[in-house]
């Protein structure tokens, strides 16, 4: 089941969409604050109890109206029968209605983080051989854990952990 801020951005990042196939310029904070929007409802959807988050979900859905009236004024150009259709949307929105399906994340929180360190996530296509990710690892003073044969996390402080990082972008070369 989604959550009605989730069908509300689907509704406005189709129309986004539309209008930029239709060659209407967006203002720039559109587009990032739709991705803080995405990031905030998939954070509340994996804990709804957490007040930060609650309040973090108000802000978004309250960051969607903005965009939708600017949105709306934009779509104005293209006539009633196009905005109606796009408000049309809007309403079955707010009536609980699912009109698109919300993609799964890929991402994954990390839950048990070493406090204080930067977390690195490597997902490679073939298996890699784990001397080669240990060595690096140590050589920058990371901590590095195998989730499995093909996903490494590595803990570090920030500047270290993007070296070893940039050490191992030639392990994509080679896939």
Do not use: C
């Not at 779509?75 to 009633?80: C, P």
């Amino acid at each position: 089941m989604s959550l009605p801020s989730e069908q509300n951005w689907l509704v406005l990042q189709n129309l986004i969409t539309d209008l930029n196939k239709k060659g209407y310029e967006i203002p720039k904070g559109v587009n990032p604050e739709m991705g803080l929007i995405r990031s905030t409802i998939s954070s509340y959807k994996r804990d709804p109890s957490h007040p930060e988050l609650i309040n973090g979900l108000a802000n978004a859905e309250m960051s969607l109206n903005k965009i939708q009236g600017t949105l709306l004024t934009i779509a104005e150009e293209e006539g009633d029968d196009y905005v109606d259709h796009w408000l049309d949307l809007l309403k079955r929105v707010m009536r609980g209605e699912e009109v698109f399906e919300f993609a799964q994340s890929r991402s994954k929180f990390l839950v048990n983080s070493p406090p204080g360190l930067t977390t690195g996530r490597i997902n490679l296509k073939i298996p890699l051989a784990e001397e080669r990710v240990q060595e690096i690892a140590e050589w920058n003073g990371l901590i590095i854990e195998f989730e499995d044969d093909v996903t490494v996390e590595l803990h570090g402080d920030k500047p270290d952990l993007q070296v070893g990082l940039k050490e191992m972008g030639s392990f994509f070369l080679e896939q």
